[in-house]
């Protein structure tokens, strides 16, 4: 029997909304830039999975 694969749905909000509560985490790093590091890691841990055949982002960040 074949393992099951799955659709992978990934809510991005607007970068400048997202991640709210790590705005000024890192001294020298755009809050934009960051939020787009961790969505974009959550995406590739995602795809890394073989039990993903497929992933979908939705947001209605253009940027993203």
Same mark, same amino acid.
């Given at each position: 029997?074949?393992? !099951?694969?799955?659709? $992978? #749905?990934? !809510?991005?909000?607007? *970068? &400048?909304? &997202?991640?709210? %509560?790590? %705005?000024?985490? =890192? !001294?020298?790093?755009?809050? @934009? @830039?960051? +939020? *787009?590091? =961790? +969505? &974009?890691?959550?995406?590739?841990?995602? *795809?890394?999975?073989?039990? #993903? +055949? @497929? &992933?979908? #982002? $939705?947001?209605?960040?253009? %940027?993203?």
């Amino acid at each position: 029997m074949s393992q !099951p694969r799955w659709a $992978v #749905v990934v !809510p991005v909000k607007r *970068l &400048a909304v &997202a991640k709210s %509560r790590l %705005r000024g985490a =890192l !001294p020298g790093v755009p809050h @934009e @830039e960051l +939020a *787009l590091a =961790l +969505a &974009a890691d959550t995406l590739r841990a995602v *795809l890394a999975c073989p039990a #993903v +055949a @497929e &992933a979908l #982002v $939705v947001t209605d960040d253009a %940027r993203v």
